[in-house]
């Protein structure tokens, strides 16, 4: 069974959901693919999973780092499960870039090369936004692109988060990257 309930950031509502064991998902609301991966059949009931990331997300939007991370269990392919646990290792208030992931995983893989076109698209899907943190990828030239929460809420996040942001431009719509 899937269980639901709403978190109330100072961002927006936020939809949790987790099944027995373990948070499948996290969505701002009206956010790019919301509960895209969340079944039909769910109940809106707050359980220990779902109370145990209201915690870590309390702490998280008080501006300090959370100590501990919830169970996840993100939904997707081994390539975006990939990227999903390099976006675990990203430190808090650090970045990396999409062609830093893209090497990443073509060192993990042995091959010589990885589109960080591809890593754009699973970094988009990540069905856990902020504890899977998706906000903390950024453009090889410093563009604050691709935030499926939208960009004022990466950016909000980043500055939470103390993110050194002198080097970061949000692009003109319609501009190549």
């Excluded at 064991?21 to 509960?35: E, N, P, S, V």
Aim: hydrophobic share 40%; net charge positive.
């Amino acid at each position: 069974m899937v269980y639901t309930c709403t978190y109330k950031s100072k961002l927006g509502d936020i939809l949790l959901a987790a099944d027995e064991i373990r948070l499948t998902g996290l969505w701002f609301t009206g956010q790019k693919y919301y509960a895209n991966t969340l079944l039909d059949e769910h109940i809106s009931q707050e359980t220990p999973i779902l109370a145990e990331a209201k915690k870590w997300l309390d702490i998280y939007f008080s501006g300090k780092e959370p100590t501990f991370t919830p169970p996840l269990h993100p939904a997707g392919s081994d390539f975006r499960q990939a990227v999903w646990q390099i976006l675990l290792q990203i430190p808090y208030g650090q970045t990396i870039t999409y062609g830093e992931i893209a090497r990443q995983l073509a060192v993990k893989q042995g091959t010589s090369r990885m589109s960080a076109q591809a890593v754009g698209g699973a970094v988009g899907h990540n069905a856990i936004s902020i504890i899977i943190p998706c906000h903390r990828v950024v453009g090889s030239n410093g563009s604050l692109t691709g935030y499926a929460g939208g960009m004022e809420k990466k950016v909000a996040l980043l500055k939470l988060e103390h993110t050194d942001m002198s080097h970061f431009f949000i692009p003109k719509k319609g501009t190549a990257l």
